[in-house]
C-alpha cells in the first residue's frame, strides 16, 4: 500500500535513509522537513559525483586536454525523495517539491569556496554550485524492500553523452 499519512512517509524516509547510508556509503545524510512540503525528504553527500551535466561533461573534456591533468570530481550533495512503487504523483506534486527547495541542499559547501582562484571563471563549473538546476533522485521503494533511483530535473534538461 502507498504511503499517504505522515507515520508512512517518516518510516518510507527512514528505509530510504538507511539504504543511502548502509549501502551507498552516503555521509552527511540527514531527513529534512519543511512546512510547505508534503513529506519529508532526504539530503546528504553521495561517495562520488552522481551527476555531470552534458555541456559540463564537454566543457571538462577541453579543460583537461588544455591542463595536460585530470579535473577533480568532488562529490555534490543531493536531494532524495523518497516514494512508494504504488503512490501516483501528478505533474504538479512535483513541481510543488521543486518549488519548496533550494537546488543545494541545507549546509552543502560552495564549489567556489573549495576551489583556487584560477579556476573562478572555468567554464567547466557553470554547471556546479548554486549555479546547477534543481533535481532531486526519487528513491523509489517496492513492496520487497527493493529501492530503485532515478534522477528528476526541474524542466528541461540536454540527454547525456555515453
Request: net charge negative; charged share 25%; proline share 9%.
Given at each position: 500500500m502507498a504511503p499517504t499519512s505522515a507515520p508512512e512517509n517518516e518510516a518510507l524516509a527512514r528505509i530510504v535513509l538507511n539504504n543511502l547510508e548502509n549501502q551507498h556509503d552516503w555521509t552527511g545524510a540527514k531527513v529534512h522537513t519543511q512546512a510547505n512540503l508534503?513529506?519529508?525528504?532526504?539530503?546528504?553527500?553521495?561517495?562520488?559525483?552522481?551527476?555531470?551535466?552534458?555541456?559540463?561533461?564537454i566543457a571538462l573534456i577541453k579543460a583537461e586536454k588544455n591542463r595536460s591533468e585530470r579535473i577533480p570530481q568532488p562529490p555534490e550533495a543531493e536531494w532524495v525523495l523518497p516514494l512508494h512503487l504504488a503512490e501516483k504523483w501528478s505533474p504538479?506534486?512535483?513541481?510543488?517539491?521543486?518549488?519548496?527547495?533550494?537546488?543545494?541542499?541545507?549546509?552543502?559547501?560552495?564549489?567556489?569556496?573549495?576551489?583556487?582562484?584560477?579556476?573562478?571563471?572555468?567554464?567547466?563549473?557553470?554547471?556546479?554550485?548554486?549555479?546547477?538546476?534543481?533535481?532531486?533522485?526519487?528513491?523509489?521503494?517496492?513492496?520487497?524492500?527493493?529501492?530503485?533511483?532515478?534522477f528528476m530535473f526541474d524542466g528541461l534538461v540536454k540527454p547525456r553523452q555515453n
Amino acid at each position: 500500500m502507498a504511503p499517504t499519512s505522515a507515520p508512512e512517509n517518516e518510516a518510507l524516509a527512514r528505509i530510504v535513509l538507511n539504504n543511502l547510508e548502509n549501502q551507498h556509503d552516503w555521509t552527511g545524510a540527514k531527513v529534512h522537513t519543511q512546512a510547505n512540503l508534503s513529506r519529508p525528504m532526504i539530503y546528504g553527500l553521495p561517495p562520488k559525483r552522481l551527476y555531470v551535466h552534458p555541456d559540463e561533461q564537454i566543457a571538462l573534456i577541453k579543460a583537461e586536454k588544455n591542463r595536460s591533468e585530470r579535473i577533480p570530481q568532488p562529490p555534490e550533495a543531493e536531494w532524495v525523495l523518497p516514494l512508494h512503487l504504488a503512490e501516483k504523483w501528478s505533474p504538479a506534486q512535483f513541481a510543488a517539491v521543486f518549488d519548496a527547495i533550494d537546488a543545494i541542499p541545507p549546509g552543502s559547501v560552495d564549489e567556489e569556496e573549495s576551489t583556487g582562484p584560477e579556476d573562478a571563471d572555468a567554464q567547466w563549473k557553470l554547471w556546479r554550485g548554486a549555479k546547477r538546476g534543481k533535481r532531486i533522485l526519487l528513491a523509489t521503494v517496492q513492496d520487497d524492500s527493493t529501492i530503485t533511483y532515478y534522477f528528476m530535473f526541474d524542466g528541461l534538461v540536454k540527454p547525456r553523452q555515453n
